[in-house]
């Protein structure tokens, strides 16, 4: 039997969505079928997301730009620096409330992903305009994690900027990604974070 056009495209897009394979994409789409409300909501959730893009000071997902985190003076002076948009509401679940900048990856040769990859001149430029009272590496405890914190010790070394550097503390588990932790970890972690020394890295 032929599977009519409309159908076979959204079983497509589907599965274009990360963990879903051919038959969890049929189970979304009998789902969807059966009930138009769910549809309707759907429909009208997405639609929201239209006009979503990246705040242009810290890179995390607003609306606004600059966004509310940038913006809203109640925030501590501290610096949180993460990979990737999606870990700046990771560290708001933790309490964490003060500002963020968002790399846009780490360095990993394997993934092609270079300095150049990498929101530098912004954070270099976020640096040395505010007298922060702390920054925060907050990049998970992989390999490229690692690579990277030292890649940023050595680079704001080389440009001059001096900032209070620290990063998460120990407990955290070897090889995960920031988004692979728990929150109780990660709230642990932030906590008993230490100053980024060079011995360590
Ligand atoms: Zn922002």
Redesign the pocket.
């Known amino acids: 039997m032929e599977i009519p056009r409309e159908i076979r495209g959204l079983l497509e897009a589907l599965m274009k969505l990360p963990g879903i394979g051919e038959k969890t994409a049929e189970d979304i789409l009998h789902t969807l079928l059966t009930h138009t409300e769910l549809r309707q909501e759907l429909h009208a959730r997405l639609g929201d997301l239209q006009g979503m893009g990246?705040?242009?000071?810290?890179?995390?997902w607003?609306r606004?730009?600059?966004?509310?985190?940038?913006?809203d003076p109640a925030r501590e002076n501290r610096l949180l620096v993460v990979p990737l948009p999606r870990d700046v509401w990771l560290f708001e679940r933790t309490g964490y409330r003060g500002?963020?900048h968002v790399l846009g990856g780490l360095l990993s040769p394997l993934e092609g992903i270079s300095a150049e990859d990498l929101r530098l001149e912004s954070l270099r430029h976020r640096l040395i305009s505010t007298s922060w009272r702390e920054v925060i590496l907050a990049l998970g405890a992989t390999f490229e994690a690692d690579t990277t914190a030292a890649f940023l010790r050595e680079y704001l070394q080389e440009h001059g900027v001096e900032v209070p550097l620290t990063r998460l503390g120990v407990g955290l588990p070897v090889g995960k990604t920031l988004d692979r932790l728990d929150l109780d970890t990660l709230r642990e972690a932030l906590i008993n974070r230490k100053p980024l020394d060079s011995e360590e890295m």
């Open positions: 990246v705040c242009g000071v810290c890179g995390a607003s606004d730009n600059p966004c509310t985190f940038c913006t500002r963020y």
